[in-house]
């Protein structure tokens, strides 16, 4: 009789990351319908659960009850560890609690980890981990403590928590606040448009979650000498620069003029950043006009980098497109980039990535503008926010009917996963000749 064996499966990195930020979420949605997860010691529904626990382990930031006055100082920190690990990402805190406990991380364990934070090889990976897990606490120690004297000086003891809360929060991207009470809910930040360290404190966490992980490595690294950095954060670093300087120019003179000169600046600025995933906004968005909402529109599309703790379809899926477009404009065969060509598989994952974006956020706001007889600009704006997990809201996101809710809950966890599903079933490491940029280097989705 021939011994017949048995091969154990083993889940790829893709699988256990998409799989890992789903238990996640259900166990966050469970512990969240506990009574004592409310201030009103009620249970809460699962469907308003599992909403509140997508978009904090997705950093998104929609809500459809307000997370200052519905939710109880319990629900308020299980809220901010979903947010942690969502912004970190599943297998990264995973690794670190594995590095505790003084346990090897196998080979596979550290392939996975090189594909959560879209590493450019395995070799150094635990130390990059451990890096970026010092880095994450330590700068989201200073934000808090740099915010403490305003919070403190509003809220009492309480600011404490409310610094470490919103620290923790923007750097993640994530974009929620406990600033609401049953008087006045979802103000988000708007009572400080005008407060220097509330604003600078809040755009420089986002801005640094954003970039992505391999780009502070690149900084911590080379320090200003930006000849030495990698391709990739080149890339990453100029034209976040572009999407920020840009869009505030415009806001600046379209909007907020009847503001003071400084708070007119602060407000631009804020307003440029925060579509970027992060969720938070110092002024009225719905007073805005309708040109800035589209292009705010757009921002949440392109969201922050690869590796970081920023959503969208990233800063460098939209530069390989650029680029590429230039390329055809130019008559040539390859993009380039500072006197480098960019593999061609690069190209056409940035342009997998961009259709799946723009698929789900024009589907995703036809269904719900359908569904709830609301202006199809209006359903766009909250799709564009949850598929590209930024949190801005023009205020129609709790008075959804149960099915749009649901179906923002699917954009906040493809917007977080999906790219990541096009990289992994298409990549390819080959090395090419004529100095091309490999894939590695520009990481899209």
């Given at each position: ?71 109880s ?46 590493a ?37 003891i ?31 930040l ?42 990739q ?9 572009i ?6 120019v415009?806001?600046?003179?379209c ?49 922050g ?19 590429s ?11 380039e ?59 129609i ?6 099915l ?17 599903t ?24």
């Amino acid at each position: 009789m021939p011994k017949i064996t048995h091969r154990k499966k083993r889940l790829s990195s893709f699988k256990l990351i998409v799989l890992g930020f789903a238990g996640v979420i259900v166990l966050g949605a469970l512990i969240l319908m506990l009574p004592f997860s409310s201030t009103a010691g009620v249970v809460t529904p699962f469907h308003e659960a599992l909403f509140t626990s997508t978009s904090a382990v997705c950093v998104t930031g929609l809500v459809v009850q307000d997370t200052g006055s519905y939710w109880s100082a319990f629900g308020q920190t299980v809220i901010l560890l979903l947010i942690q690990i969502g912004g970190l990402g599943v297998v990264t805190v995973a690794a670190l609690f594995a590095m505790l406990s003084g346990r090897k991380i196998s080979l596979m364990q550290r392939s996975t980890m090189q594909d959560a934070i879209s590493a450019p090889k395995v070799g150094g990976i635990v130390r990059l981990t451990r890096f970026i897990v010092r880095g994450t606490f330590l700068i989201e120690l200073i934000g808090m403590i740099v915010m403490l004297p305003t919070f403190c000086g509003n809220y009492g003891i309480k600011g404490i928590w409310m610094a470490a809360f919103h620290s923790v929060s923007a750097f993640c991207n994530a974009g929620f606040d406990i600033l609401g009470t049953a008087e006045n809910k979802y103000p988000s930040l708007t009572g400080y448009i005008g407060n220097p360290a509330i604003n600078i404190t809040i755009m420089l966490l986002i801005i640094v979650g954003g970039i992505g992980f391999l780009t502070w490595d690149d900084i911590y690294t080379n320090k200003w000498h930006f000849k030495k950095y990698r391709m990739q954060s080149k890339v990453i670093l100029v034209t976040t620069a572009i999407l920020i300087i840009a869009p505030a120019v415009f806001f600046f003179f379209c909007d907020f003029t009847g503001l003071p000169l400084a708070e007119r600046i602060l407000a631009s600025l804020f307003q440029s950043v925060t579509p970027r995933t992060a969720g938070f906004n110092t002024a009225d968005l719905s007073a805005m006009t309708g040109s800035s909402k589209a292009i705010m529109t757009l921002l949440m599309l392109v969201g922050g980098s690869p590796g970081s703790t920023a959503g969208g379809m990233k800063t460098t899926t939209l530069a390989v497109l650029i680029l590429s477009a230039f390329s055809v404009c130019r008559k040539k065969d390859d993009a380039e980039v500072c006197g480098r060509r960019i593999d061609g598989s690069a190209v056409k994952n940035a342009a997998a990535v961009a259709v799946m974006y723009f698929l789900l956020f024009f589907v995703g706001g036809i269904v719900i503008s359908t569904a709830e007889g609301l202006p199809l600009s209006t359903c766009l704006y909250e799709t564009a926010s949850a598929v590209g997990t930024v949190g801005l809201t023009l205020g129609i996101t709790p008075q959804l009917g149960v099915l749009s809710q649901l179906i923002l809950i699917v954009l906040m966890y493809l917007g977080r996963v999906g790219g990541l599903t096009l990289i992994y079933a298409a990549v390819s490491n080959k090395n090419h000749s004529g100095a091309k940029l490999p894939l590695e280097k520009i990481t899209v989705g």
